[in-house]
């Protein structure tokens, strides 16, 4: 059983499982950081950005993936846990001859494409003119600023996928409902469960008869929207392949979104604007539900909120109809019924309204001071952009990153000489190492597998020797490109033998509780399931070539020797020899058992658990009586 | 003045309506009632839990004391609240009734709160009588006591008052003779009475024999009596009694009982031989004794606890005798491994120390206590050495022992976080192989248990005049913020103790909260410069953080306000020392935003935090200066409109204070569209008037008072008009404090506009001390004006006592002022008089929808000297039940809980 790790970001995992003959994909995330080394693409031309000295405009997507490690086209199938590990897929499904199937519940396909989507536009509504790639050369990129010149496997980095490609990688995906088995060839059966971080994300259990292995990917145990994380289906695992912790160890969610309205508060009550910088789906609905609470307390009711993406609309409604992936709270409100998520009475009451983009209604309707959220949190394309460049130089206005993917700094680089206050209140509901820590001991997996960042504190906080994960025995780790062997070894394999073969037999006590048969079947293999059946009755003599053929069918069936069980109690063993007229015996212990020297005969008789030898120079006659000595103290059936 | 024996105007109201309601007793209600004896809680303004007005209720039982001959008289004699101290005849004549019912186990006491408030009485009569009169005036009560003795199924309760009745009658000693003769204490104390029954099952009959014994053990008799019947081996075997009550109180028995037995102090010394004491000591000691060897911890704990009762509660000589021949067992607990009961040892230890009687340095106290300090662990001798750093008199060695004990944990946290222990080497050295980190940190739960309480001894310790000198202030200046900067994760500990500490600590909420409040304390002290910075830098980080709980917030901003203040200052200025105004510009911007928390316990703690700064620096130039740059006016404006009642009344608060320094900034929120500005007056006058909540209400009132008191600019202006208008809202409102709190305003403008000087309590004013400026009826006409006495009349027949306390202390403030002149000319024959008087008579009866109208200063004169104002506040005094507490109403209560009173004497209602 191997491993393949195919992605080094914790987060973002890919990770090829290679169990019982079949080749497993976990998720593929996609690993954006590197967009952070181009300028941001603006609606309209900027002259600002243009002229930044030492940042040169290109477009562009990253995908890190270790390809020449494994050959995607032998994957079997892709299990995606959640939507935010899913944004690779059309890369793998449309370009490396992957033949198989994708496995992901109905919300994580959903919002899964409305991120896609989002992502597609706001690539594809600034297209650039000329398309330069040349700059991938080593050579070339020696020779671009810093930090160009540093980034690691620049040829690794990919252009965008287009609007075919999402809809051809989707059309891949199989739909499947939490705790559904879904047998894989027969050889091992994949069931996803809740993980309760975000709408329909999903841990697996990979499983074969006698083989369990959970991989649990982006959880949270804290109540937020989603149905609650299942932890007791974890239990017994063989192997926990452990990822997709929080990204912000030290800041708790409740005082990031309690910082979140009060900065927010702040801004606007001096006649500020806010921009938050997020995704479309996921957090903004928990910050959505927390303002709603929020506003009139503070005084906001009239602020407006505006929610601007391509597919704002459809992410805020489809929230609201997929009720049975909801927590109890949210699910109970439907059969009211209310709408589960409050963001529905903003809409209604006018306090929130969403946009495809900036253009439209959006312009007529603007007022401010007001709080926008939009996309994308790297601040490379997107709504934000605009907003950036337009409220950027007033001291008055606050940008809020509220997602924790990347580096707030960095993704103000560019913007840079900045006015507005910039607050960075992560909010990360994943597992933290003290929740780990409690579910590990609370499902206790044989062995935990993670990745290497997980066993040793952030660089930063070396002292922090909380922020690791913590168990025993030590999680395996892994990192980048590494291929792992999964410290345990297949030892059974279920059989399953035929009620007419099983009538036949004839089992022999040879201890209490434990009966013994013989059976002499043919063994049938098809679709990993092995069926012992019945051996063929030897043909009738039908005479000519016919005969030969059948006999050339049917197995030999040899008379069959007696198989022999039980041990030889060395010391009566040596009296029954010291009767049948050997002397001067010696015995010696070794290590699996015991030597009985016939010093006189010079012949030794070696005493295993599982076999006896006599070694003897060419006198098959002691042999023998020696042999018949030995079977004297075994059973026969 | 009696209740209603003068004053004319209460005399007609009573013929008026024919009523036979006493005057005096006018029933009120209370504002707030606690316990079942209707007991008052506080003052106006001190708890936040009555919301609006209570309904007016009268006392359940008025009509039927006055129809049982209760005058005025009888009521008099019990206005201090003490009942009857003779059985009076009414009394007398329920009594056998009582008994009856007692008696019968049919009936059963559904409310043994009476049983209690009958024992009370009873004690009261044979403390001020005799209780053999008692009994012989009152044979029912030996009949009673006899009917104990039947074998019967009887309630335990009324089994366990009859013992402590008898406790309580035969404390006397003839008494005691005269129930000896009949035989009845042995039966009933002693095996053939509850002791060998089935009642003694039940907790509270062991627990009545026990008290009752406790009761009757105060003379020689007694003591005989204790050691016929064998009592004193019954009360071994309850100490370790099921029931902890039972158990304690049978510790204390024999506390009492060998103080009895053992000579008093003018007895002189007694032997150190057993043999000597008297018989009863002699087996309670050797009991003890026993006890103290034993193995098993319960026994010792016993033992020690008596001990620790008889030294706490007895200082005659004999105790030194005791402790002297006690200790060396006492001492033999130390070399134990692990010492037992070590709790109980620690108390009895202290309690010997602490004894006048004993001679600490004769008897080898001291030693025993540095013996125990070394051997006890951390957490059991931190009380131990805070016990003896309070000790007066105690050798040096021993309290320099006792703080390196207490020092020990905080030593420990720097020496793991590598830090220096500090120059003063107080903590060198303290930090022996005894204690290691490893010691400290077996687990979270011991750790922080460890850690929160050595920093509450310390902080005990430190305003002590006795504490340690030199008070090693910089090395616990430095712990404490070591300790804060582990719990909020910003410490970076090199060492693996360090890291493991940090990681114990984390985000631990009790260790920040009690860090926080030491750290506080350590305020009163200095530090060198770059430590106080430091202590800065940590409560910055804390009220920055947004993972700090509401209540480690409030505790960082109360220490920050303890450190602000205790910041240098320069000669001759008050304001903020330049360091402390560069944190207050990082400290405002956090203050802001805290303001801005969607936690309301934040939003208020942060209001209460601006409240305090403002009161000490907002007269300041540095502090106004960085206030006023700030948003933080603004958002306090904008809290006066917060959803919370409990925020809006902060905010009320704080802008009052602000506004009273000129640091308010006009108000310009969301409410107010169109840029028309709002005065910060007419939006107080607007919560006061709209606000469904109390609390916002009162602390408008509040800063009314303040601002009138302080000549206020926007009540200067117009001083008659602002009263008038406060006053006609606060009138009106639900909530009594808001109504009291509009009488001290009323008050307030009453010595403004006749020039009183403040005092106290206005009702002890002697009259005449400063003479009104000119003509009094000239110097009423304001009060008049602003409709002053409508709202004082008005109070006064307040269904609330207090509003009616102090609007009749008012008016009686008045009338002196006005007495004194003398000027004014009566005018009580005026038909206007007349018909202000039939109002008040109406208002007293209820209706208080007829308004007075306007008052002439002479007709209010006239109403003034016509009230009977000492009676009125002669009744309020008393509390609204007082009539209901009298015995006889108890007797009656608990006859009619069983029916015997009949139809006719039923409740009133």
């Known amino acids: 059983m191997k491993l393949y790790c195919l992605s080094g970001h914790p987060t973002l995992p890919c990770n090829v499982l290679k169990f019982k003959s079949t080749t497993i994909m976990l998720d593929c995330g996609l690993d954006m950081t590197s967009t952070l080394n181009f300028l941001p693409l603006p609606l309209v031309q900027s002259p600002r950005l243009s002229n930044l000295p030492g940042w040169s405009l290109k477009d562009g997507n990253a995908f890190l993936d270790k390809t020449e490690l494994i050959d995607l086209s032998t994957v079997d199938v892709i299990l995606i846990s959640n939507y935010h590990c899913m944004m690779a897929l059309p890369y793998i499904t449309e370009h490396t001859g992957f033949s198989g199937t994708v496995y992901a519940t109905e919300p994580t396909v959903q919002i899964g494409r409305l991120l896609m989507e989002e992502l597609v536009n706001f690539i594809e509504r600034v297209p650039k003119a000329q398309s330069a790639s040349l700059w991938k050369n080593k050579d070339i990129q020696r020779l671009l600023p810093s930090p160009l010149k540093d980034a690691v496997e620049v040829s690794t980095w990919r252009r965008c996928y287009t609007m075919q490609e999402v809809n051809s990688a989707l059309s891949k995906i199989q739909l499947v409902g939490y705790s559904q088995k879904i047998e894989l060839f027969g050889a091992v059966q994949v069931t996803p469960l809740s993980s309760g971080y975000a709408l329909g994300s999903s841990n697996w259990i990979i499983q074969s008869h006698y083989e369990k292995v959970s991989y649990v990917s982006g959880s949270s145990l804290l109540t937020t929207h989603p149905q609650p994380m299942d932890q007791a289906s974890l239990k017994n695992s063989d192997v926990l392949i452990l990822t997709g912790l929080t990204q912000i160890p030290t800041a708790n969610p409740d005082g990031m979104v309690g910082e979140f309205c009060s900065n927010l508060a702040l801004t606007v009550r001096n006649g500020g604007n806010v921009l938050v910088p997020c995704y479309p789906s996921g957090v903004i609905y928990d910050l959505l539900e927390c303002l709603y609470q929020y506003i009139d307390s503070a005084g906001l009711s009239n602020i407006p909120f505006y929610f601007i993406s391509p597919v704002a609309n459809s992410s805020l409604e489809f929230s609201q109809i997929f009720a049975e992936w909801l927590c109890h709270n949210k699910q109970t409100k439907v059969y009211l019924p209310e709408p589960p998520f409050p963001h529905a009475e903003l809409i209604q009451t006018n306090k929130l309204k969403h946009y495809p983009s900036l253009h439209g209604d959006f312009s007529s309707d603007f007022r401010q001071p007001c709080v926008v959220f939009t996309g994308h949190p790297s601040l490379r394309f997107g709504d934000v952009v605009h907003f950036m460049e337009l409220w950027g130089k007033s001291s008055l206005n606050t940008v809020i990153f509220t997602e924790p993917d990347f580096s707030y700094l960095e993704a103000l680089a560019p913007y840079q000489p900045l006015a507005m206050k910039c607050i960075y209140c992560p909010i990360d509901t994943r597992l933290n190492f003290i929740q780990v820590s409690k579910l590990l001991k609370e499902v206790q997996p044989l062995h935990v597998v993670c990745p290497e960042q997980y066993t040793q504190p952030p660089p930063a906080q070396s002292h922090r020797m909380d922020l690791m994960i913590d168990c025993q025995p030590p999680a395996m780790s892994y990192r980048r490109a590494e291929v792992l062997a999964l410290p345990f070894k297949r030892r059974y394999e279920k059989i399953e033998i035929m009620p007419e073969l099983a009538d036949a037999l004839v089992p022999m006590e040879i201890k209490p509780g434990i009966s013994l048969a013989t059976v002499s079947a043919v063994l049938h293999t098809k679709d990993n399931k092995h069926v012992l059946q019945p051996p063929p009755r030897p043909a009738q003599p039908t005479g000519g070539k016919k005969r030969k053929r059948a006999s050339e069918d049917i197995p030999d069936c040899k008379v069959l020797k007696p198989l022999l069980s039980g041990s030889i109690p060395v010391e009566q063993f040596v009296q029954t020899l010291e009767k049948h007229g050997f002397s001067d015996i010696k015995v010696e212990d070794t290590a699996k058992g015991h030597i009985v020297l016939l010093q006189e005969a010079e012949t030794l008789i070696q005493i295993e658990e599982d076999s006896t030898h006599i070694i003897c120079d060419n006198d098959e006659m002691l042999r023998v009586r020696l042999r018949d000595l030995v079977l004297k103290f075994l059973q026969k059936f | ?909």
Request: aromatic letters at 4%; one cysteine or more.
């Open chain 2, 1 to 909: 003045m009696p209740a209603g024996s003068s004053g004319t105007y209460h005399r007609r109201l009573c013929e008026g309506d024919g009523s036979v309601l006493p005057v005096g007793r006018r029933p009120v209600s209370a504002p707030l009632r606690v316990g079942p004896q209707g007991s008052r809680s506080g003052l106006p303004g001190t708890l936040r839990v009555s919301r609006g007005r209570r309904p007016c209720a009268r006392p359940r039982r008025t009509r039927q004391v006055a129809r049982s001959g209760v005058g005025p008289a009888a009521a008099e004699g019990r206005a201090a609240g003490i009942s009857s101290l003779t059985m009076d005849p009414e009394c007398s004549q329920l009594l056998p009734a009582l008994c009856a019912v007692l008696a019968d186990p049919r009936q059963p006491m559904a409310d043994d709160t009476c049983l209690e408030k009958l024992l009370d009485w009873f004690k009261t009569i044979t403390e001020a009588g005799s209780s053999l009169l008692l009994l012989q005036g009152n044979p029912c009560l030996v009949e009673l006591l006899c009917h104990m003795l039947k074998p019967q199924d009887l309630s335990s309760r009324v089994l366990a008052f009859s013992l402590r009745l008898t406790g309580v009658l035969a404390a006397q000693e003839d008494c005691f003779q005269y129930l000896q003769q009949g035989e009845l204490l042995p039966k009933l104390f002693g095996e053939a009475g509850p002791l060998g029954g089935a009642a003694w099952t039940s907790p509270t009959v062991r627990s009545g024999w026990i008290q009752g014994l406790r009761s009757l053990a105060q003379h020689p008799s007694a003591l005989h009596f204790l050691a016929d019947c064998g009592a004193v081996d019954t009360i071994f075997s309850l100490q370790e009694d099921s029931s902890l009550f039972v158990a304690s109180a049978a510790g204390q028995l024999l506390v009492h009982i060998l103080g009895l037995s053992m000579p008093g102090p003018a007895g002189g010394p007694p032997s150190l031989q057993a043999g000597d004491w008297p018989a009863c000591a002699q087996k309670i000691v050797g009991h003890i004794e026993e006890s103290l060897r034993a193995t098993a911890t319960p026994q010792i704990t016993q033992a020690l606890n008596v001990l620790t009762t008889t030294f706490g509660h007895c200082h005659d000589p004999w105790t030194q005798v005791l402790w002297v021949r006690l200790s060396p067992l006492v001492a033999g607990l130390l070399e134990k491994d692990p010492v037992p009961a070590a709790h109980s040892l620690v108390d009895l230890l202290l309690s010997v120390a602490r004894s006048p009687g004993l001679s600490s340095s004769s008897c080898g106290l001291w030693e025993t206590l540095a013996q125990t300090l070394s051997h006890l662990s951390p957490t059991q001798a931190g009380p131990l050495a805070l016990g003896i750093l309070k000790l007066q008199d105690c050798p040096q060695a021993l309290r320099a022992q006792a703080f390196a004990v207490l020092l020990q944990p905080l030593a420990c946290v720097l020496k793991a976080t590598a830090q220096d222990p500090g120059p003063s080497g107080v903590l060198d050295g303290i930090v022996g192989d005894s204690m290691t980190a490893d010691m400290l940190l077996p687990s979270k739960a011991a750790c922080v248990g460890l850690l929160c309480r050595t920093l509450a001894h310390l902080e005990l310790l430190l305003p002590l005049p006795q504490r340690p000198c030199p008070w090693p202030q910089a090395p616990l200046l430095g712990a404490a913020v070591t300790l804060l900067q582990l719990c909020g994760g910003s410490a970076r500990p090199t060492s693996d103790a360090g890291r493991h500490l940090c990681a114990l600590l984390l985000g631990c909420v009790r260790v920040q909260r009690a860090a926080l409040d030491f750290l506080g304390t350590l305020s009163e002290g200095t530090g060198p410069r770059e430590l106080v910075t430091q202590v800065f830098a940590v409560l910055l980080e804390y009220l920055r953080s947004p993972d700090s709980s509401p209540t480690v917030l409030k505790k960082a901003f109360q220490a920050t306000f303890r450190w602000l203040l205790s910041s240098p200052k320069t000669p001759g200025c008050w304001d903020l020392d330049p360091h402390a105004l560069l944190f207050l510009r990082d400290l405002l911007p956090v203050l802001q935003k805290r303001l801005c928390s969607p936690c309301w316990e934040v939003r208020d703690s942060g209001l209460e935090f601006l409240t305090q700064m403002t009161r000490h620096w907002g007269g300041q130039a540095g502090f106004r200066h960085a206030l006023l740059a700030s948003e933080v006016p603004k958002l306090t404006e904008q809290l006066l409109r917060d959803p919370e009642s409990y925020v809006r009344a902060s905010a009320v608060t704080a802008m009052g204070q602000l506004s009273s320094q000129g640091l308010c900034v006009p108000p310009a929120g969301p409410e107010h569209p169109g840029g028309q500005q709002k005065s910060l007056l007419a939006e107080l006058l607007h919560i006061l008037s709209t606000d469904s909540e109390g609390f916002p209400r009162r602390a408008v009132m509040q800063v009314f008072t303040q601002w009138l008191r302080d000549s206020h600019a926007d009540v200067a202006g117009d001083t008659e008009q602002f009263v008038a208008g406060v006053l006609q809202v606060a009138s009106q409102d639900l909530d009594w404090e808001v109504r009291a709190q509009g009488l001290e305003l009323a008050l307030v403008f009453l010595e403004q506009t006749l020039g009183q000087p403040r005092s106290h309590c206005p009702c002890a004013v002697t009259p005449a001390v400063a003479a009104p400026v000119g003509p009094l009826a000239q110097a009423l006409q304001p009060l008049c004006r602003v409709r002053l006495f409508e709202f004082a009349f008005r109070a006064l027949f307040d269904c609330d006592r207090p509003v009616a306390q102090k609007s009749c202390d008012l008016l009686l403030f008045l009338r002196a002022k006005t007495a004194s002149s003398g000027s004014l000319q009566e005018s009580r024959s005026s038909p206007h008089v007349a018909s202000v008087e039939a109002a008040l008579q109406r208002w007293q009866a209820g209706d208080q929808a007829q308004p007075l109208g306007d008052l002439e200063p002479e007709v209010v004169l006239a109403v003034l000297r016509s009230l009977d104002l000492e009676g009125l506040q002669g009744a309020l005094a008393e509390s609204s039940d007082h009539v209901e507490k009298s015995p006889q109403s108890l007797l009656q209560d608990m006859l009619a809980t069983v029916g015997v009173l009949g139809g006719n004497e039923a409740d009133c209602y």
